[in-house]
Protein backbone atom coordinates (compact mmCIF):
# COMPACT_ATOMS: atom_id res chain seq x y z
CA UNK A 1 0.00 0.00 0.00
CA UNK A 2 1.49 3.60 -0.73
CA UNK A 3 0.03 6.63 0.97
CA UNK A 4 0.29 9.81 -1.20
CA UNK A 5 -0.45 13.43 0.28
CA UNK A 6 -1.53 15.77 -2.17
CA UNK A 7 -1.95 19.59 -2.81
CA UNK A 8 -5.56 19.75 -2.63
CA UNK A 9 -6.03 22.85 -5.76
CA UNK A 10 -3.33 21.49 -7.59
CA UNK A 11 -3.25 17.34 -7.14
CA UNK A 12 0.79 17.61 -6.35
CA UNK A 13 1.69 14.71 -4.82
CA UNK A 14 3.39 16.52 -1.74
CA UNK A 15 4.74 13.21 0.65
CA UNK A 16 4.54 9.62 -0.72
CA UNK A 17 5.39 6.10 2.19
CA UNK A 18 5.22 2.68 0.56
CA UNK A 19 4.06 0.60 3.86
CA UNK A 20 5.02 -2.33 5.22
CA UNK A 21 2.41 -4.67 5.67
CA UNK A 22 2.07 -4.38 9.30
CA UNK A 23 2.12 -0.99 9.28
CA UNK A 24 -0.95 -0.50 6.52
CA UNK A 25 -2.85 -2.85 8.89
CA UNK A 26 -2.05 -0.82 12.00
CA UNK A 27 -2.94 2.46 10.09
CA UNK A 28 -6.24 0.67 9.04
CA UNK A 29 -7.19 -0.91 12.28
CA UNK A 30 -10.35 0.43 13.50
CA UNK A 31 -9.66 -1.29 17.40
CA UNK A 32 -9.78 1.25 20.22
CA UNK A 33 -5.94 0.74 21.28
CA UNK A 34 -3.57 -0.36 19.35
CA UNK A 35 0.24 -1.28 19.55
CA UNK A 36 2.87 -1.94 16.83
CA UNK A 37 5.78 -3.67 18.62
CA UNK A 38 9.05 -4.02 16.91
CA UNK A 39 12.49 -4.34 16.86
CA UNK A 40 14.68 -2.12 15.82
CA UNK A 41 14.46 0.27 12.97
CA UNK A 42 10.76 -1.53 12.35
CA UNK A 43 8.84 1.08 10.96
CA UNK A 44 7.17 1.74 14.24
CA UNK A 45 7.30 5.54 14.65
CA UNK A 46 7.02 6.29 10.92
CA UNK A 47 3.87 4.25 11.13
CA UNK A 48 3.29 5.87 14.36
CA UNK A 49 3.06 9.70 13.01
CA UNK A 50 1.14 8.40 9.93
CA UNK A 51 -1.69 7.22 12.20
CA UNK A 52 -1.53 10.70 14.35
CA UNK A 53 -1.70 12.11 10.60
CA UNK A 54 -5.25 10.23 9.96
CA UNK A 55 -6.76 11.48 13.35
CA UNK A 56 -5.37 15.28 12.28
CA UNK A 57 -7.23 14.80 9.18
CA UNK A 58 -10.61 14.82 10.41
CA UNK A 59 -12.26 18.14 11.21
CA UNK A 60 -11.82 19.92 14.63
CA UNK A 61 -9.84 16.53 16.37
CA UNK A 62 -7.72 17.09 19.11
CA UNK A 63 -5.02 14.80 20.51
CA UNK A 64 -1.84 14.24 21.83
CA UNK A 65 1.57 12.26 20.84
CA UNK A 66 3.48 12.09 23.45
CA UNK A 67 7.08 10.09 24.50
CA UNK A 68 8.47 9.63 28.25
CA UNK A 69 11.11 12.91 28.30
CA UNK A 70 11.46 16.26 26.74
CA UNK A 71 14.47 15.41 24.89
CA UNK A 72 13.32 11.90 23.67
CA UNK A 73 9.95 13.60 22.03
CA UNK A 74 11.79 16.49 20.67
CA UNK A 75 14.76 14.72 18.84
CA UNK A 76 12.83 11.27 17.43
CA UNK A 77 8.57 11.77 17.20
CA UNK A 78 7.72 15.05 17.07
CA UNK A 79 10.87 15.65 14.52
CA UNK A 80 9.73 12.65 12.64
CA UNK A 81 6.20 14.05 12.88
CA UNK A 82 7.24 17.42 11.07
CA UNK A 83 9.19 15.37 8.16
CA UNK A 84 6.20 13.71 7.54
CA UNK A 85 3.01 15.87 7.69
CA UNK A 86 3.37 18.51 4.78
CA UNK A 87 3.72 21.97 5.36
CA UNK A 88 0.93 23.10 3.98
CA UNK A 89 -1.87 20.92 6.29
CA UNK A 90 -0.29 23.27 9.08
CA UNK A 91 -1.58 26.39 10.05
CA UNK A 92 -0.21 27.38 12.92
CA UNK A 93 2.61 25.96 15.30
CA UNK A 94 2.45 27.42 18.91
CA UNK A 95 5.98 26.05 19.78
CA UNK A 96 5.74 27.80 23.48
CA UNK A 97 2.76 25.23 24.10
CA UNK A 98 3.90 22.49 21.97
CA UNK A 99 0.80 22.87 19.77
CA UNK A 100 -0.02 22.26 16.04
CA UNK A 101 -3.40 23.83 14.34
CA UNK A 102 -4.28 22.55 11.24
CA UNK A 103 -6.02 23.49 8.70
CA UNK A 104 -8.99 21.77 9.06
CA UNK A 105 -9.09 23.24 13.03
CA UNK A 106 -7.62 20.18 14.10
CA UNK A 107 -5.31 19.99 17.11
CA UNK A 108 -2.19 17.85 18.25
CA UNK A 109 -0.54 18.89 21.31
CA UNK A 110 3.32 17.22 21.88
CA UNK A 111 3.49 16.53 25.53
CA UNK A 112 6.48 14.44 27.62
CA UNK A 113 4.87 12.30 29.99
CA UNK A 114 7.49 12.04 32.71
CA UNK A 115 6.07 14.98 34.24
CA UNK A 116 2.78 15.34 32.98
CA UNK A 117 0.11 17.14 35.66
CA UNK A 118 -2.56 14.78 36.68
CA UNK A 119 -4.71 17.58 36.32
CA UNK A 120 -3.60 18.50 32.69
CA UNK A 121 -4.67 14.85 31.73
CA UNK A 122 -8.15 15.04 33.56
CA UNK A 123 -8.58 18.79 31.68
CA UNK A 124 -8.69 16.90 28.00
CA UNK A 125 -11.10 15.79 26.00
CA UNK A 126 -9.80 13.82 23.34
CA UNK A 127 -10.36 12.02 19.96
CA UNK A 128 -6.74 10.19 19.80
CA UNK A 129 -3.95 9.79 21.94
CA UNK A 130 -0.32 7.88 20.76
CA UNK A 131 2.63 7.05 22.79
CA UNK A 132 5.92 6.31 21.33
CA UNK A 133 8.34 3.85 23.16
CA UNK A 134 5.59 2.90 25.73
CA UNK A 135 7.20 0.34 27.04
CA UNK A 136 9.55 3.83 29.05
CA UNK A 137 5.90 5.07 29.91
CA UNK A 138 3.62 4.10 33.63
CA UNK A 139 0.73 1.98 33.10
CA UNK A 140 -1.19 5.29 35.51
CA UNK A 141 -0.20 7.46 32.66
CA UNK A 142 -2.19 5.34 29.42
CA UNK A 143 -4.99 4.67 31.84
CA UNK A 144 -5.46 8.29 32.61
CA UNK A 145 -5.33 8.98 28.83
CA UNK A 146 -7.58 6.46 28.08
CA UNK A 147 -10.36 7.74 30.63
CA UNK A 148 -10.07 11.02 28.67
CA UNK A 149 -10.92 9.78 25.11
CA UNK A 150 -14.43 11.32 25.06
CA UNK A 151 -14.83 13.29 21.73
CA UNK A 152 -17.71 13.73 20.17
CA UNK A 153 -17.03 12.77 16.01
CA UNK A 154 -13.98 11.22 16.60
CA UNK A 155 -12.38 7.64 16.40
CA UNK A 156 -11.30 7.94 19.99
CA UNK A 157 -8.22 5.65 19.69
CA UNK A 158 -5.06 5.37 21.56
CA UNK A 159 -2.09 3.95 19.91
CA UNK A 160 1.30 3.38 20.67
CA UNK A 161 4.50 1.74 19.76
CA UNK A 162 7.52 -0.14 22.15
CA UNK A 163 10.09 -2.69 21.87
CA UNK A 164 9.64 -6.02 23.30
CA UNK A 165 9.80 -5.62 27.35
CA UNK A 166 7.97 -7.41 29.40
CA UNK A 167 6.14 -4.02 30.79
CA UNK A 168 2.46 -3.39 31.51
CA UNK A 169 1.62 -3.73 28.03
CA UNK A 170 2.47 -7.24 28.02
CA UNK A 171 -0.36 -8.00 30.12
CA UNK A 172 -2.60 -5.79 27.84
CA UNK A 173 -1.34 -6.84 24.44
CA UNK A 174 -0.26 -10.58 24.58
CA UNK A 175 -1.65 -12.04 28.08
CA UNK A 176 -5.34 -10.55 27.77
CA UNK A 177 -7.90 -10.95 25.25
CA UNK A 178 -9.72 -8.16 24.76
CA UNK A 179 -11.54 -7.35 21.63
CA UNK A 180 -10.90 -3.71 22.17
CA UNK A 181 -7.28 -4.38 21.88
CA UNK A 182 -4.96 -4.99 18.88
CA UNK A 183 -1.23 -5.59 18.60
CA UNK A 184 0.74 -5.53 15.60
CA UNK A 185 5.07 -7.15 15.49
CA UNK A 186 7.43 -6.60 13.58
CA UNK A 187 11.18 -7.37 12.76
CA UNK A 188 13.78 -5.18 12.15
CA UNK A 189 14.24 -7.11 9.08
CA UNK A 190 11.33 -6.89 7.85
CA UNK A 191 12.09 -3.14 7.05
CA UNK A 192 15.80 -3.82 5.79
CA UNK A 193 15.53 -2.45 2.07
CA UNK A 194 14.88 1.18 3.81
CA UNK A 195 17.69 0.80 6.32
CA UNK A 196 21.22 1.09 5.34
CA UNK A 197 23.02 -2.60 5.14
CA UNK A 198 25.44 -2.01 7.49
CA UNK A 199 23.25 -0.73 10.46
CA UNK A 200 21.47 -3.84 9.82
CA UNK A 201 24.96 -6.05 9.38
CA UNK A 202 25.80 -4.49 12.95
CA UNK A 203 22.69 -5.40 14.70
CA UNK A 204 23.01 -8.71 13.72
CA UNK A 205 26.54 -9.25 15.44
CA UNK A 206 25.01 -8.80 18.62
CA UNK A 207 24.64 -11.82 20.92
CA UNK A 208 21.48 -13.88 20.10
CA UNK A 209 19.51 -13.23 23.19
CA UNK A 210 19.59 -9.65 22.62
CA UNK A 211 18.99 -9.99 18.91
CA UNK A 212 15.80 -12.09 19.71
CA UNK A 213 14.30 -8.66 21.54
CA UNK A 214 15.80 -6.06 19.97
CA UNK A 215 16.01 -6.94 16.01
CA UNK A 216 13.26 -9.98 15.43
CA UNK A 217 10.82 -8.66 18.20
CA UNK A 218 10.36 -11.89 19.55
CA UNK A 219 8.18 -10.18 22.53
CA UNK A 220 7.54 -13.41 25.03
CA UNK A 221 8.39 -15.07 28.84
CA UNK A 222 11.72 -15.97 27.81
CA UNK A 223 12.41 -11.76 28.17
CA UNK A 224 12.77 -13.14 31.89
CA UNK A 225 14.64 -16.62 31.19
CA UNK A 226 17.76 -15.69 33.66
CA UNK A 227 15.61 -14.74 36.78
CA UNK A 228 12.37 -17.33 35.67
CA UNK A 229 11.34 -19.53 38.51
CA UNK A 230 9.44 -21.99 37.05
CA UNK A 231 11.53 -23.66 34.08
CA UNK A 232 10.40 -23.23 30.67
CA UNK A 233 10.34 -26.86 30.14
CA UNK A 234 8.08 -27.37 32.86
CA UNK A 235 5.83 -24.65 31.61
CA UNK A 236 5.69 -25.69 27.68
CA UNK A 237 4.73 -29.34 29.01
CA UNK A 238 1.53 -27.93 31.20
CA UNK A 239 0.49 -25.40 28.07
CA UNK A 240 -0.29 -28.60 26.04
CA UNK A 241 -2.66 -29.31 28.38
CA UNK A 242 -4.63 -26.05 29.14
CA UNK A 243 -8.34 -26.09 28.04
CA UNK A 244 -11.37 -25.02 28.34
CA UNK A 245 -13.50 -25.63 31.36
CA UNK A 246 -16.17 -28.08 31.28
CA UNK A 247 -18.59 -25.15 32.47
CA UNK A 248 -18.62 -22.63 35.11
CA UNK A 249 -20.85 -22.23 38.05
CA UNK A 250 -20.42 -19.23 40.45
CA UNK A 251 -17.26 -17.47 38.97
CA UNK A 252 -15.81 -20.89 38.72
CA UNK A 253 -14.22 -22.63 36.30
CA UNK A 254 -15.02 -26.22 36.57
CA UNK A 255 -12.42 -28.60 34.51
CA UNK A 256 -13.42 -31.95 36.18
CA UNK A 257 -16.82 -32.90 38.10
CA UNK A 258 -16.63 -34.16 41.80
CA UNK A 259 -16.22 -37.28 42.64
CA UNK A 260 -17.55 -38.87 45.46
CA UNK A 261 -14.31 -41.21 46.35
CA UNK A 262 -11.79 -38.80 45.42
CA UNK A 263 -9.77 -36.34 48.47
CA UNK A 264 -9.66 -32.34 47.23
CA UNK A 265 -7.80 -29.47 48.89
CA UNK A 266 -8.25 -25.82 48.50
CA UNK A 267 -5.78 -23.11 48.40
CA UNK A 268 -7.15 -19.41 48.79
CA UNK A 269 -4.55 -16.31 47.87
CA UNK A 270 -6.77 -13.03 49.08
CA UNK A 271 -6.07 -10.16 47.78
CA UNK A 272 -2.94 -8.42 49.25
CA UNK A 273 -4.77 -4.51 49.08
CA UNK A 274 -7.82 -3.08 47.29
CA UNK A 275 -7.30 -3.34 43.39
CA UNK A 276 -5.21 -6.88 43.86
CA UNK A 277 -7.35 -10.30 42.81
CA UNK A 278 -8.07 -13.02 44.62
CA UNK A 279 -7.75 -16.20 43.51
CA UNK A 280 -9.20 -19.91 45.11
CA UNK A 281 -7.97 -22.92 43.43
CA UNK A 282 -9.20 -26.57 44.40
CA UNK A 283 -7.48 -29.72 43.48
CA UNK A 284 -7.66 -33.34 43.63
CA UNK A 285 -5.55 -35.36 45.54
CA UNK A 286 -6.48 -38.25 43.75
CA UNK A 287 -6.08 -37.48 40.29
CA UNK A 288 -3.18 -34.77 40.77
CA UNK A 289 -4.94 -31.74 38.81
CA UNK A 290 -6.51 -28.83 39.29
CA UNK A 291 -10.58 -29.20 39.28
CA UNK A 292 -11.82 -25.49 39.66
CA UNK A 293 -10.34 -22.61 40.02
CA UNK A 294 -11.78 -18.63 40.50
CA UNK A 295 -10.08 -15.04 39.81
CA UNK A 296 -11.76 -11.71 40.95
CA UNK A 297 -11.92 -9.03 42.91
CA UNK A 298 -14.37 -9.45 46.25
CA UNK A 299 -14.58 -8.31 49.68
CA UNK A 300 -13.21 -10.25 52.39
CA UNK A 301 -16.28 -11.23 53.73
CA UNK A 302 -17.50 -12.24 50.30
CA UNK A 303 -14.20 -14.11 49.64
CA UNK A 304 -15.35 -16.51 52.44
CA UNK A 305 -18.71 -16.85 51.42
CA UNK A 306 -17.45 -17.80 48.18
CA UNK A 307 -15.04 -20.49 49.57
CA UNK A 308 -17.77 -21.76 52.19
CA UNK A 309 -20.68 -22.48 49.14
CA UNK A 310 -17.99 -24.07 46.82
CA UNK A 311 -16.23 -25.76 49.81
CA UNK A 312 -19.65 -27.66 50.80
CA UNK A 313 -19.59 -29.01 47.49
CA UNK A 314 -16.63 -30.37 47.28
CA UNK A 315 -17.28 -31.71 51.00
CA UNK A 316 -15.21 -29.44 53.01
CA UNK A 317 -11.84 -30.09 51.26
CA UNK A 318 -9.05 -28.22 53.78
CA UNK A 319 -8.77 -24.77 52.92
CA UNK A 320 -5.15 -23.46 53.16
CA UNK A 321 -5.83 -19.48 53.01
CA UNK A 322 -2.41 -17.07 53.24
CA UNK A 323 -3.37 -14.20 55.49
CA UNK A 324 -0.93 -11.68 55.01
CA UNK A 325 -2.26 -8.17 54.95
CA UNK A 326 -5.64 -8.28 54.65
CA UNK A 327 -6.25 -12.25 54.49
CA UNK A 328 -6.36 -11.74 57.72
CA UNK A 329 -9.73 -10.41 57.74
CA UNK A 330 -10.73 -13.43 55.28
CA UNK A 331 -9.38 -15.71 57.68
CA UNK A 332 -11.43 -14.30 60.18
CA UNK A 333 -14.89 -14.33 58.09
CA UNK A 334 -13.84 -17.67 56.93
CA UNK A 335 -13.39 -19.03 60.60
CA UNK A 336 -17.25 -18.25 61.18
CA UNK A 337 -18.65 -20.24 58.38
CA UNK A 338 -16.47 -22.85 57.50
CA UNK A 339 -15.34 -26.35 59.87
CA UNK A 340 -12.03 -27.11 57.87
CA UNK A 341 -9.29 -24.37 58.14
CA UNK A 342 -5.51 -24.99 57.54
CA UNK A 343 -3.18 -24.70 61.06
CA UNK A 344 0.27 -24.09 60.85
CA UNK A 345 2.43 -24.98 63.16
CA UNK A 346 4.24 -21.91 64.95
CA UNK A 347 6.87 -21.96 67.99
CA UNK A 348 6.01 -19.60 70.67
CA UNK A 349 9.01 -17.98 72.16
CA UNK A 350 7.61 -16.83 75.32
CA UNK A 351 6.58 -20.71 76.49
CA UNK A 352 8.89 -22.49 74.28
CA UNK A 353 6.46 -24.68 72.98
CA UNK A 354 4.37 -25.52 69.26
CA UNK A 355 1.04 -24.60 68.77
CA UNK A 356 -1.38 -24.68 66.03
CA UNK A 357 -2.62 -21.24 64.49
CA UNK A 358 -5.17 -21.34 61.85
CA UNK A 359 -4.20 -20.18 58.17
CA UNK A 360 -0.82 -19.53 56.70
CA UNK A 361 1.68 -16.98 56.96
CA UNK A 362 3.98 -16.11 54.16
CA UNK A 363 7.65 -15.66 55.06
CA UNK A 364 11.15 -15.11 53.47
CA UNK A 365 12.00 -18.85 54.97
CA UNK A 366 8.60 -20.78 54.01
CA UNK A 367 8.12 -19.04 50.60
CA UNK A 368 10.43 -21.14 48.66
CA UNK A 369 9.09 -24.26 50.54
CA UNK A 370 5.98 -23.91 49.46
CA UNK A 371 7.01 -23.11 45.82
CA UNK A 372 9.49 -26.00 45.78
CA UNK A 373 6.63 -28.21 46.89
CA UNK A 374 4.80 -27.23 43.88
CA UNK A 375 7.77 -27.65 41.42
CA UNK A 376 8.64 -30.70 42.58
CA UNK A 377 5.39 -31.94 41.66
CA UNK A 378 5.84 -30.57 38.32
CA UNK A 379 9.25 -31.91 37.80
CA UNK A 380 8.06 -35.13 38.52
CA UNK A 381 4.71 -34.79 36.09
CA UNK A 382 2.55 -36.10 38.61
CA UNK A 383 0.12 -32.71 38.15
CA UNK A 384 -2.30 -31.16 35.11
CA UNK A 385 -2.78 -27.29 35.85
CA UNK A 386 -5.70 -27.12 32.64
CA UNK A 387 -6.21 -23.34 33.60
CA UNK A 388 -4.42 -21.54 30.68
CA UNK A 389 -4.48 -18.37 33.14
CA UNK A 390 -2.05 -20.24 36.19
CA UNK A 391 0.12 -20.87 33.20
CA UNK A 392 0.80 -17.44 32.01
CA UNK A 393 1.27 -16.35 35.51
CA UNK A 394 4.14 -18.75 35.71
CA UNK A 395 5.55 -17.80 32.92
CA UNK A 396 6.12 -14.31 34.49
CA UNK A 397 6.90 -15.60 38.30
CA UNK A 398 10.67 -14.42 38.93
CA UNK A 399 13.13 -14.58 41.48
CA UNK A 400 13.04 -10.98 43.35
CA UNK A 401 14.52 -8.52 45.50
CA UNK A 402 11.51 -6.92 45.78
CA UNK A 403 10.46 -7.28 49.59
CA UNK A 404 6.89 -7.86 49.14
CA UNK A 405 7.40 -10.64 46.88
CA UNK A 406 9.85 -12.70 49.69
CA UNK A 407 12.08 -13.58 47.47
CA UNK A 408 9.92 -14.82 44.77
CA UNK A 409 6.91 -13.49 43.12
CA UNK A 410 5.09 -11.60 39.69
CA UNK A 411 7.82 -9.46 37.57
CA UNK A 412 6.85 -6.05 37.80
CA UNK A 413 3.33 -4.85 36.13
CA UNK A 414 2.23 -8.72 36.63
CA UNK A 415 0.42 -10.94 38.71
CA UNK A 416 1.19 -14.13 41.00
CA UNK A 417 -2.07 -14.63 42.48
CA UNK A 418 -3.27 -18.00 40.87
CA UNK A 419 0.20 -19.46 40.90
CA UNK A 420 0.02 -18.61 44.89
CA UNK A 421 -3.11 -20.31 45.56
CA UNK A 422 -2.33 -23.48 42.97
CA UNK A 423 0.71 -24.01 45.36
CA UNK A 424 -0.92 -23.57 48.46
CA UNK A 425 -3.64 -25.76 47.14
CA UNK A 426 -0.90 -28.78 46.43
CA UNK A 427 1.07 -27.68 49.62
CA UNK A 428 1.34 -31.36 51.71
CA UNK A 429 0.13 -33.73 48.76
CA UNK A 430 2.08 -36.27 48.19
CA UNK A 431 1.15 -37.90 44.80
CA UNK A 432 1.69 -41.26 43.52
CA UNK A 433 0.22 -40.94 40.59
CA UNK A 434 2.38 -41.77 37.49
CA UNK A 435 2.39 -39.54 34.93
CA UNK A 436 0.75 -42.26 32.16
CA UNK A 437 -2.02 -42.62 34.73
CA UNK A 438 -2.74 -38.78 34.53
CA UNK A 439 -5.65 -38.61 32.76
CA UNK A 440 -9.08 -37.25 32.45
CA UNK A 441 -11.60 -39.46 34.23
CA UNK A 442 -14.74 -40.59 33.33
CA UNK A 443 -18.17 -38.30 34.36
CA UNK A 444 -19.01 -40.11 37.88
CA UNK A 445 -22.42 -41.80 37.71
CA UNK A 446 -25.00 -40.20 39.42
CA UNK A 447 -26.24 -43.33 41.72
CA UNK A 448 -25.70 -43.13 45.11
CA UNK A 449 -26.45 -44.91 48.77
CA UNK A 450 -28.56 -43.09 51.25
CA UNK A 451 -29.24 -39.11 51.35
CA UNK A 452 -27.59 -38.90 47.59
CA UNK A 453 -29.77 -41.05 46.22
CA UNK A 454 -32.28 -38.40 46.20
CA UNK A 455 -30.05 -36.82 43.37
CA UNK A 456 -31.62 -37.14 39.86
CA UNK A 457 -29.22 -39.22 37.12
CA UNK A 458 -27.90 -36.40 34.91
CA UNK A 459 -28.28 -33.52 38.36
CA UNK A 460 -24.95 -31.69 39.55
CA UNK A 461 -24.50 -32.31 43.38
CA UNK A 462 -24.23 -28.76 43.86
CA UNK A 463 -27.74 -27.88 42.40
CA UNK A 464 -29.24 -30.51 44.98
CA UNK A 465 -27.51 -28.85 47.70
CA UNK A 466 -28.70 -25.27 46.58
CA UNK A 467 -32.51 -26.16 46.30
CA UNK A 468 -32.48 -28.23 49.26
Known amino acids: MIIRYRNEKTGEILKEYELLPNQEKFIKSGKKFLLYSGGFGSGKSLALCLKTLEHCSLPNNYGILGRLTYNELQDSVQKMFFEVCPASFIKEFNKAQSRIIFTNNSELIFRHLDVIAESEIRSLNLGFFAIDQAEEVPENVFLALKGRLRRENSKRQGFMTCNPALTWLFKYFKQRTDDDYELFESSTLDNAKNLPADYVESLLKYPENWKRQFVYGIWDESLLSERAYFPVEYITEQSQFSRKPLREFE ?178 VKSKVKSSDLILPEPPKRSFPGLLSQVQDGERLEDYIGNN
Open 251 to 428: GFKIYHEKEFDDEYQIGVDPASFGQDYSAVIIVSKRHGNVVATWKGQISADGLAEKISRIGRIYRYPKVIIEKNGIGLAALNSLKKVYPNIYQEEVFDNITKTKRQRLGWTTTFANKPLLLDNFLKLLRENRIRIYDERIINEMKTFVWSDEAKTKGLGADKEFHDDMVIAAALAFWG
